[in-house]
């Protein structure tokens, strides 16, 4: 009888394009979020094993399309879920920022809907 091992858990990290603190949800110990921060928290994913980041979408954060783009020549191995809210982008545009970021990211690109 053949046994089926499954795949290992896959953990994403959370990349703070709002800004940062040191408790979710206040502001002790915030910082501002700038380019080098956010390339240090995704550098350091990559080399600590985790299979990705989420970068999120919202009023107060930077685009997500921006900073995945910005991110993947930093890193080697780390994927990048783009948060994605339909309505606010027409569908083909989504699907070509989408085929574009994937293919030269080779393939690192995950989509959160």
Same mark, same amino acid.
């Given at each position: 009888?053949?046994?089926?091992?499954?795949?290992?858990?896959?953990?994403?990290?959370?990349?703070?394009?709002?800004?940062?603190?040191?408790?979710?949800?206040?502001?002790?110990?915030?910082?501002?979020?700038?380019? !080098?921060? +956010?390339?240090?928290?995704?550098? *350091?994913?990559?080399?600590?094993?985790?299979? #990705?980041? &989420? $970068?999120?979408?919202?009023?107060?954060?930077?685009?997500?399309?921006?900073?995945?783009?910005?991110?993947?020549?930093?890193?080697?191995?780390?994927?990048?879920?783009?948060?994605?809210?339909?309505?606010?982008?027409? !569908?083909? +545009?989504?699907?070509?920022?989408? *085929?574009?970021?994937?293919?030269?990211?080779? #393939?690192? &690109? $995950?989509?959160?809907?």
């Amino acid at each position: 009888m053949s046994r089926v091992v499954p795949d290992r858990i896959k953990v994403l990290w959370f990349l703070p394009t709002h800004g940062d603190s040191r408790y979710l949800g206040t502001a002790e110990g915030g910082r501002s979020v700038d380019l !080098p921060y +956010l390339t240090q928290v995704a550098k *350091a994913a990559d080399t600590l094993g985790y299979y #990705g980041v &989420l $970068l999120p979408t919202g009023r107060s954060c930077e685009d997500s399309w921006v900073i995945a783009s910005a991110l993947v020549p930093m890193t080697e191995r780390l994927r990048f879920l783009v948060a994605v809210r339909p309505g606010l982008q027409s !569908p083909t +545009l989504a699907a070509r920022m989408t *085929a574009t970021l994937d293919r030269i990211s080779n #393939g690192r &690109l $995950l989509i959160n809907v």
